[in-house]
């Protein structure tokens, strides 16, 4: 069976089709946003009120900019209603860059000549116990999207060996049916993160030429199978700079919104990732700026108040600081993107370059001063 | 004043009727906190306390704090047992808040599985303390079960609304003879003295501590608070207040031109 949006391009052999509407509802309310269209009233009249699809159009408007002292003044309240001065540390192990797709804005695009290397299961152990050892208790799985060098059965094993060692174990590796999900879960997988890139069909095409994530439903599905299969929680973002970033922002709320509605234990999540200029040369990035990725974060705040917010390793030190003072919630500390970094033990390069080199030592001592409270585990498995 | 005011759950004496939540403000405040609040029950989130490493925060409870180990996390009733079970065994005693949601965005309590986790845990010698919504037909099912207090919530968790749920809890108060507690939504010491003065029998706080602008000193302020009000219960009635607060210096000061 083939879902709207893959006229193009049939599902791949294999790839479960789920009956749900959520993506057409999505991508309906993104074809109507326009975010010009909006005017400061608008975004006092969000300010005032609960902030439904409305008021959350306007949050993200260019409407909003002189507003944005004012707005991080409730953004924070609302982080601090819902998450105290809690800020969650976690860091992420690659444990392989082997990659099917041709993304054209990342750096593991199979045709890019890079080290490609894959863990392996004695690897992945050391790299978690060298992990362990800083105190981290959180712990982010990622590999490329590879199912001949990362099959289910090598991501279950690492899940598996990361819940060994860790509170809580997400896994942000390619989209995959339900009953897989059901299974990395009865391994000990916790949360599931899966990135749309561009909520733009067209652009997504343009930027995904080949492998199996060109298929764009498949992976919208994803957060929804993930819990269907049983996760506890599922993470959503637009890797803002592809496309138009307030239409993809205004997307991705939309799509982590309507998931939550159907499934109300579900416990969703942000990313924050903005692509950086230097990454690769073949995609002009859109300009998305600081202060715009700042505006993204506080208009998702106070959308969906009670949802987590990561911000990436992409970001410097300085800015990173200042937005877990306002609306981001967990941060990565003592981050490798190169696979077998942290134990010395592998030699793959990474997908993209940091720009908090921070240790988790580093990280905790600023949250500090900064008033915050650094967590290491909020969570416990029943 | 009237000699001897002490409340009594599951056999255990307090004179203080201030319970603090815990893990919404920084482990070193947690002593003084509960040294300004004359606090003598604390919470504590069993997946907080778990965590080794990164401050535990057990390490920062005063001497004599009796805790109240929480089963937040917990989705069903036998989840809530087993972080029960955990908590018993990382000393926690054996009291036990049983705290079951299944909803992320408004974390209400669900009241038919905590009905069931109040009996599986009595039956296990925990002394349960059940955080629901204030329901009276739920509330007597959780007192015939074998609950020790009943912990109605006021408002959202978090929502410092203070007690939207009053006409509920009066029932409860009014029928239910075990001491009721309101736990969740209390925002200001005058909320705190309205539960007091409905005859509630003590009031849980914590992000209403937390958010404050002088932590330590909130928490004396809700102390006199809920005091003022169970006298004010034991010798008549009283009344409310509302507001908002803004920032003060500019929290957007770090953005670069990139």
Not at chain 1, 88 to 95: E, G, H, N, S
Request: glycine share 10%; proline share 5%; aromatic share 8%.
């Amino acid at each position: 069976m083939v879902r709207r949006w893959t006229d193009a391009e049939d599902y791949h052999e294999g790839m479960e089709s789920i009956d749900s509407d959520v993506m057409d509802r999505v991508l309906a309310a993104t074809r109507e946003y326009e975010p010009d269209s909006y005017t400061e009233t608008d975004v006092r009249r969000a300010m005032s009120g609960p902030v439904g699809p409305e008021g959350f159009g306007a949050l993200l408007s260019p409407a909003a900019k002189p507003m944005m002292e004012e707005i991080a003044t409730l953004a924070r309240e609302e982080t601090r209603k819902h998450f105290g001065n809690a800020v969650t540390l976690f860091t992420p192990i690659y444990a392989s860059n082997q990659c099917e797709n041709r993304c054209i804005y990342c750096g593991f695009n199979c045709d890019n000549k890079i080290n490609r290397a894959t863990l392996s299961p004695e690897d992945v152990r050391r790299e978690m116990d060298s992990i362990a050892s800083m105190g981290l208790r959180d712990i982010l799985i990622l590999t490329g999207e590879s199912r001949e060098h990362s099959d289910i059965p090598y991501i279950g094993d690492c899940v598996e060996a990361a819940s060994e060692r860790f509170t809580a174990v997400g896994i942000e590796v390619y989209p995959m049916n339900t009953d897989e999900y059901r299974y990395l879960q009865s391994k000990g997988a916790d949360y599931v993160t899966v990135f749309q890139e561009t909520y733009d069909p067209e652009r997504y095409a343009e930027l995904h030429p080949g492998g199996p994530k060109r298929i764009f439903s498949y992976r919208f599905d994803a957060q929804e199978r993930a819990l269907r299969g049983g996760m506890r929680g599922v993470a959503f973002g637009a890797l803002l700079g592809l496309g138009d970033f307030r239409r993809d922002a205004f997307a991705c709320g939309m799509h982590a919104h309507l998931i939550q509605r159907r499934y109300p234990h579900a416990e969703v999540s942000f990313s924050l990732p903005r692509l950086r200029p230097f990454i690769n040369g073949r995609v002009e990035p859109e300009s998305v700026s600081e202060s715009d990725l700042l505006q993204v974060s506080m208009a998702y705040r106070l959308f969906m108040p009670f949802a987590s917010q990561t911000i990436s390793t992409r970001e410097r030190a300085g800015f990173r600081d200042g937005i877990v003072n306002i609306s981001a919630t967990r941060i990565s500390a003592s981050v490798s993107v190169g696979v077998g970094e942290h134990s010395g033990t592998g030699h793959g390069d990474g997908q993209f370059e940091i720009s908090d080199p921070r240790s988790v030592d580093e990280i905790v001592g600023s949250l500090r001063r900064n008033g915050l409270q650094p967590v290491m585990a909020d969570y416990v498995r029943p | 004043m009237h000699m001897s005011d002490d409340l009594v759950i599951g056999g255990h004496k307090f004179q203080s009727r201030f319970r603090l939540g815990s893990g919404k403000f920084s482990l070193d405040m947690t002593r003084q906190v509960i040294e300004n609040g004359g606090v003598q029950m604390a919470t504590l989130a069993v997946r907080r306390a778990n965590a080794d490493g990164e401050g535990n925060i057990l390490d920062h409870m005063p001497e004599g704090i009796t805790l109240l180990p929480n089963t937040s996390g917990a989705r069903t009733a036998d989840e809530a047992v087993r972080i029960a079970r955990l908590a018993r065994e990382l000393g926690c005693g054996d009291f036990i808040k049983i705290e079951i949601i299944r909803d992320s965005k408004y974390l209400l309590p669900d009241n038919r599985e905590t009905i069931r986790a109040v009996g599986m845990l009595h039956d296990e010698g925990f002394i349960p303390m059940p955080y629901m919504m204030p329901d009276l037909t739920a509330a007597r099912d959780m007192a015939d079960a074998g609950a020790a207090a009943i912990m109605p919530l006021g408002s959202p968790i978090g929502s410092n609304k203070g007690i939207l749920t009053r006409d509920f809890i009066r029932m409860i108060v009014e029928e239910i003879d075990l001491p009721v507690i309101v736990d969740a939504g209390i925002g200001r010491p005058s909320q705190a003295c309205e539960a007091m003065e409905m005859g509630c029998a003590a009031v849980m706080a914590n992000t209403a501590i937390a958010t404050a602008g002088d932590v330590a000193s909130m928490a004396r302020a809700f102390r006199l608070a809920i005091e003022a009000g169970r006298m004010a219960y034991l010798s008549g009635p009283g009344r409310v207040i509302e507001g908002r607060g803004v920032a003060s210096s500019p929290l957007t000061g770090f953005l670069g031109e990139q």
